[in-house]
């Protein structure tokens, strides 16, 4: 497992789907702070500063393309179960791809499957989680929280991603 932090960057995820070819199996990206950070269908990202976790993957799976179905949701139940180990608060999964605390997006998860023919060439992995944020762009205000926000304290955001890379081990 190799780990590339930055402090700031476009996209985690955008520069490892960009750059795959010169990185190895669960290559990680993690950056304090994106400029472009992408969710679904399109639309962006909040990271703000280095309070939240913007974080890619990349996986090169030999499995079968069908074996990743429902991939997306496993992953939220493994980040909510991790919250709920390690601090005692409970998620919903807001399915296939976020997670809400208070009936607001916290987390979001991105995952794109480059596929040759019927062999996955690559599969990256992207999470955005909103941990110690409690300013949010005015148009998030009302649809965005943090655990920091929810709780009034601070969460060591190091030890949730390397909650998370762990539980990740053995799901491909």
């Known amino acids: 497992m190799t780990i590339e932090k930055y402090e700031e960057i476009e996209s985690t995820h955008k520069y490892l789907k960009e750059n ?7 290559t ?36 079968k393309i069908k074996d990743l179905d429902g991939l997306t949701v496993k992953i939220a139940r493994i980040l909510q179960n991790e919250i709920q180990n390690l601090y005692n608060i409970e998620l919903k999964i807001k399915e296939p791809n976020d997670l809400m605390l208070s009936n607001k997006k916290i987390c979001g998860i991105l995952t794109e499957t480059n596929i040759i023919g019927n062999k996955i060439n690559y599969l990256i992995i992207s999470v955005g989680f909103n941990v110690n944020e409690i300013d949010f762009p005015d148009e998030l205000e009302n649809i965005a929280t ?14 949730i991603i390397q909650k998370f890379i762990k539980a990740l081990e053995n799901i491909i």
């Open 28 to 63: 990680i990206i993690i950056a304090n702070k994106q400029t472009g950070g992408i969710g679904t269908k399109g639309r962006s990202w909040f990271t703000g500063s280095s309070k939240n976790i913007a974080m890619s993957i990349l996986y090169r799976p030999t499995c």
């Open 146 to 159: 943090s655990l920091k926000k929810e709780t009034g304290r601070e969460f060591d955001k190091e030890e």
């Open 20 to 26: 795959q070819q010169k990185y190895k199996e669960k």
